[in-house]
């Protein structure tokens, strides 16, 4: 069975390219432009990983993975970031650190090897 990853950015052709990328990988691969309906996507796909972009239309990824991290039934689900700052230290809030994180531009190698590490814990 093939793991399942979520990948939530307000760009088209990131989530284009990335899905395309990860399903080539091997990967089943659902998108969301918006984040409004992360929970109801996580509820009916669920994930084994989400990728998200911090800097979402109306959303902040960080606000995002605290609210995740919160809930039970997502408590444990892998996030990988994904921004254009590289500012770690502002990620690793206590309650929005993600597993993982990835600046732009970044390397489509470097993105497998972190989502392979996250799926293999």
């Given amino acids: 069975m093939c793991k399942k990853i979520l990948i939530l950015d307000d760009d088209a052709d990131v989530l284009d390219m990335l899905s395309y990328f990860l399903s080539e990988s091997g990967y089943e691969v659902h ?3 918006r984040g409004e309906k992360v929970f109801e996507a ?3 796909f669920h994930p084994d990983l989400l990728l998200m972009d911090v800097m ?5 990824g960080r606000l995002m993975r605290a ?3 919160s809930k039970p039934e997502t408590k444990a689900l892998p996030v990988i ?3 254009v700052t590289g500012d770690v230290f502002e990620w690793y809030s206590p309650n929005g ?3 993982d994180f990835l ?3 970044f390397n489509l190698e470097d993105l497998l090897k972190k989502v392979e590490l996250q799926l293999a814990a």
């Fill in 56 to 60: 979402l239309t109306n959303m902040d």
């Fill in 97 to 99: 650190a993600p597993y």
């Fill in 103 to 105: 600046v732009k531009p």
């Fill in 42 to 44: 996580i509820a009916s």
């Fill in 31 to 33: 998108t969301l432009l």
């Fill in 67 to 69: 609210r995740l991290k």
């Fill in 81 to 83: 970031l994904i921004s």
